[in-house]
Every structure is written in C-alpha cells, then in structure tokens.
C-alpha cells in the first residue's frame, strides 16, 4: 500500500530564508508526486507536480521540490519565503491507473518577520 | 474555467441527524474525489469515481456513510446518522485526464464544514 510521511509537523522559519519541507513515500511502482498548500480557511491548491523525468521539478510561487529516488523523497524548497507562504504544505503520493492519491499528516509553516 | 464548486460551507447539526453535501467538479473531468480532513490532520480518501463508478471505497464508513454520482457528472455525499467524530471538512476534488490516463492531479473545492454537537 502507499503511503507518505511528512515528518515535521511545524516548522518556523524567518521571512527571506530558505525553506525545506521533508516528504517521504512508499510506493512500489514510480509513483506520480505532488506537493499541496492550503491556506487557512481555503481548499488545497497543487503547487507542483512530478510525472516523470528530471528530478527537480518547478512548481507555482517560487517553489520546487527535488525527487530523490534512491531516498524515496520528494523535498519541498524555496530559496527566500514571504510572510504570504505561511500555510499547511501537504505531500501526495498517487500513479496512473488506480489513480488513488495519499496525502501525508502536513506541515505547517509559520514565518517570522 | 470554473472551479470545483461545494455547498454548503459550513453545517451544523446534532449527533444522530443526517446531512448532505453537493459537489460540482470542474466541467470534463471524469474522476471525482471525496476527502474527510479532521482538523490537524491530512486528507483522507472516502471514496473516488471514475464517471458514475466507485474505483475505491476502501475507507467509507457504509454503515453511514454513501454517496452517488449521478449521470457521471455532480456527486453527494451523505451521511445518517451522524457521530461526533464525523466533524471535519469533507473535501471534493476533480481530476483530468491526460493521454486517457487519469493523472491524479487534485482541483479541490472550497470544502464544507461540518460541526456534529
């Protein structure tokens, strides 16, 4: 079965530093990846997505994330976070065919002036 | 291109009572999804159509929990009686395709919050 784990909860970070949100997986096949925010009060957004191919990805609103297959991990990056990023970032691991997409617990992102 | 559209946003009703939710997914997308969220945790999958079937329903509660999508198109999720551990906001997301595959990316509605007192 897939699975995925986000193994920091919360994460506190100061406007204009970098930012890095851990996301492993478990999946027996290449899995499709994806990476969610969700604003308070609001639905979840994709901010980016892995298929295939290289193995780092571009995603919406500066961010990016780096696939690492031998790890199984899927990174969440930033290089410098605006006070607007602080949310929950939710990883997703799914694959063609079933089509069964799991999301991990989330990490929140608070950001200090 | 409008969005995944839910209703209500927000519910409140007492333990025992039923309630329904409705979800209009974005127009052509075949696969529809629905999603618990208990507060501080992830989403999780209730059940998924491809058109007007059920691909999983693994996870559905069915001895109170059903949903139908009718036509292939809007879907409703109900839910009778309810318990006080079923407070949370239950997500509807769409799905394209592409190349006739179903890729799994997620447009999710706004969600609609329920509170069982």
């Known amino acids: 079965a897939q699975s995925v784990t986000q193994p920091d909860i919360h994460i506190t970070v100061s406007e204009g530093a970098s930012l890095e949100l851990r996301c492993n997986y478990s999946y027996g096949a290449t899995p499709y990846l994806f990476w969610y925010v969700q604003s308070p009060g609001q639905g979840l957004q994709l901010l980016l997505k892995?298929?295939?191919?290289?193995?780092l990805v571009q995603g919406i609103k500066g961010f990016e994330a780096e696939f690492k297959r031998s790890q199984s991990s899927v990174n969440l990056k930033k290089p410098s976070v605006h006070w607007s990023d602080a949310a929950e970032y939710f990883c997703a691991v799914g694959a063609a065919g079933y089509q069964k997409v799991t999301f991990g617990t989330g990490t929140k992102l608070q950001v200090i002036p | 291109e409008a969005g995944v559209a839910q209703s209500p946003r927000y519910k409140i009703i007492e333990k025992r009572q039923s309630v329904a939710f409705w979800c209009n997914p974005i127009?052509?997308?075949?696969?529809l999804y629905w999603y618990q969220q208990i507060l501080g945790q992830g989403p999780k999958l209730l059940i998924q159509?491809?058109?007007?079937?059920?691909?999983?329903d693994s996870q559905l509660p069915k001895d109170r929990f059903s949903a139908e999508r009718l036509k292939g198109v809007d879907s409703t999720l109900k839910i009778q009686p309810a318990k006080l551990e079923d407070s949370a906001v239950y997500l509807c997301?769409?799905?394209?395709?592409?190349?006739?595959?179903?890729?799994?990316?997620?447009?999710f509605g706004e969600g609609s919050r329920l509170t069982v007192l």
């Open positions: 892995y298929f295939s191919g290289d193995t």
């Open positions: 997301a769409s799905s394209p395709t592409l190349a006739g595959l179903v890729t799994g990316e997620l447009f």
């Open positions: 159509f491809q058109n007007n079937g059920v691909v999983d």
């Open positions: 127009s052509g997308h075949a696969t």
